[in-house]
């Protein structure tokens, strides 16, 4: 397990992760044309794909021969987002042959469980390579201890500890804190309102292992309306 989380990691640093997810209303949210997305991400330089549920990540791995960081997205009881929550979520993302999982690795409980506590568990039973989705820290620091392989800043300004930092940007503080404290040991990927070219270059020169960007590639009525919104502000 160890040689290949080395190898997908060799191939991702410093490189773009394309984040190819579509909800409700949107005439996207089908696996047939998020794999498009992938597609056209592949074809544009991406080098990873993070993709959420089942029909999504399968519709992928067809068509784009590059790592698939997968997800099940659900909620926590308050209404903020959990990434992976269960145990069953893990071992049907594996058998659908997901590269990478992403875990919640949030204090939050789930089954029971701290987001570490939880992490530690999947890598024992079911020995994936896990990205600790984290909001803080201290929450990084424990799932290393738990042995995840990788962090993401994802989960900041999507807790109910972090939701100030929501529309306001990248978190610039959380990507250091991580980049300084785990000096290269673990690759630390920056996601989270990455939305121009120059916020993702910038998120590498300050010691990303490489950048996850979603939104402003594979969400048109979002871009449509920051032009649009920007426009009724004249």
Not at 47 to 53: C, L, S, V, Y
Not at 92 to 98: D, K
């Amino acid at each position: 397990m160890e040689d290949k989380a080395n190898q997908l990691f060799s191939a991702l640093k410093h490189m773009l992760v394309v984040s190819c997810q579509a909800e409700g209303d949107s005439p996207f949210n089908n696996p047939h044309d998020i794999a498009k997305f992938a597609y056209a991400a592949w074809k544009g330089g991406a080098a990873g794909i993070r993709t959420e549920g089942i029909g999504n990540l399968l519709a992928v791995k067809q068509i784009v021969p590059l790592p698939v960081i997968g997800l099940v997205k659900s909620s926590f009881s308050d209404g903020y987002v959990r990434i992976t929550g269960s145990e069953k979520e893990v071992a049907v993302l594996m058998n659908a042959g997901c590269d990478i999982i992403a875990i919640d690795g949030t204090f939050r409980e789930r089954e029971k469980q701290s987001g570490p506590d939880f992490i530690y568990k999947m890598i024992q039973k079911y020995r994936v390579i896990v990205m600790a989705d984290i909001a803080s820290l201290s929450e990084a620091e424990a799932c290393v201890n738990a042995g995840a392989h990788c962090l993401s800043t994802t989960l900041s300004g999507y807790t109910p500890d972090t939701h100030q930092f929501a529309g306001n940007g990248p978190d610039w503080q959380l990507l250091t804190d991580l980049v300084e404290r785990f000096n290269g040991s673990i690759p630390v990927f920056a996601e989270g309102r990455y939305n121009t070219p120059l916020l993702a270059a910038e998120a590498i020169k300050k010691g990303a292992w490489s950048v996850v960007t979603g939104s402003a590639i594979t969400r048109p009525q979002l871009i449509t309306k920051w032009f649009s919104d920007a426009l009724h502000k004249i």
